[in-house]
């Protein structure tokens, strides 16, 4: 596989990511910690979080784990059942982690 075709999907995954905190940041106030470093490390560090909702933490972790596939080989491949998911799937959300037929049956009570 080219180069340019393997890295597409990281560099969408890393833009969606990248947008997901932007927004978070911009929308939420960071709380700010100083940690004193001692030894050679002489100096502080800087620290900021802020407080996300569930979903907002379940998008940046499902960034996170499509990358960890990616690295892995396995992006683009359902995680229940190793089918193909198809690539109109991954072109709305390049995150996705199951094929058709496996989110079908998850929605089913």
């Known amino acids: 596989m080219p180069i340019r075709t393997r890295n597409r999907p990281r560099k969408r995954l890393l833009v969606h990511l990248s947008h997901a905190m932007e927004t978070l940041a911009l929308a939420k106030a960071p709380r700010t910690h100083v940690v004193q470093l001692k030894?050679?490390?002489?100096?502080?560090?800087?620290?900021?979080?802020?407080?996300?909702?569930?979903?907002?933490?379940?998008?940046?972790?499902?960034?996170?784990?499509?990358?960890?596939?990616?690295?892995?080989g396995t992006y683009g491949?359902?995680?229940?059942?190793?089918?193909?998911?198809?690539?109109?799937?991954?072109?709305?959300?390049?995150w996705a982690a199951e094929c058709r037929e496996c989110g079908h049956q998850e929605s089913q009570p």
Request: hydrophobic share 35%; aromatic share 6%; glycine share 8%.
């Open 77 to 94: 491949r359902c995680v229940f059942c190793g089918a193909s998911i198809g690539t109109d799937v991954l072109a709305r959300a390049p």
């Open 39 to 72: 030894g050679s490390l002489n100096g502080s560090l800087k620290l900021q979080s802020f407080d996300v909702s569930s979903s907002e933490f379940d998008h940046v972790e499902n960034i996170s784990k499509a990358l960890h596939r990616l690295d892995k």
